[in-house]
């Protein structure tokens, strides 16, 4: 049974109990939270991702940077309209196949782009600033493993147990 203090709605312990469910609800708490402080400075999340991307790894075709970034094609063409119409990226037609395109950032973009990753890391602190040091750099690993980046029992688990 949920519990209701005030205007505040307490999960059931079965829910709150789960891993799973605290996570999802982490993550809701975190996409909503890194949504509106991008928002304020007129992009979101997936344009944040789109220029990291091509910082990163440089440019790319539209179907490149979507797989990267789990975007699906018709979403990652309004993002990157979105991106071209401030300035910070420009497509062009690939020169080794004429159907596709390569998305570049701009120097607008970098330069925005930096403004951004400060807006992102400001959002990490407002949402983690609570934690140690120590704890938010087991959060991140512990994170990575989950999400696929970091296998269970790389060297940086067999580490922490020494």
């Known amino acids: 049974m949920t519990t209701v203090i005030g205007d505040e709605v307490c999960q059931p312990n079965r829910l709150s109990g789960t891993v799973v469910w605290l996570l999802g609800r982490a993550s809701l708490r975190a996409h909503r939270t890194v949504q509106e402080r991008l928002a304020a400075h007129g992009i979101r999340k997936w344009h944040y991702g789109v220029l990291a991307t091509l910082f990163e790894f440089g440019p790319g075709t539209q179907a490149q940077i979507g797989r990267r970034l789990g975007v699906d094609r018709s979403d990652m063409v309004a993002i990157l309209n979105d991106l071209e119409r401030e300035g910070y990226v420009h497509r062009a037609p690939d020169p080794a196949d004429r159907r596709r395109n390569t998305v570049t950032l701009t120097e607008p973009g970098r330069t925005a782009l930096a403004g951004f990753d400060q807006v992102v890391a400001a959002t990490d602190d407002e949402l983690l600033g ?33």
């Open 130 to 162: 609570h934690l140690s040091a120590a704890d938010r750099a087991d959060l991140e690993r512990i994170l990575r493993t989950l999400a696929g980046d970091q296998p269970l029992g790389t060297a940086s688990s067999a580490e922490r147990a020494i």
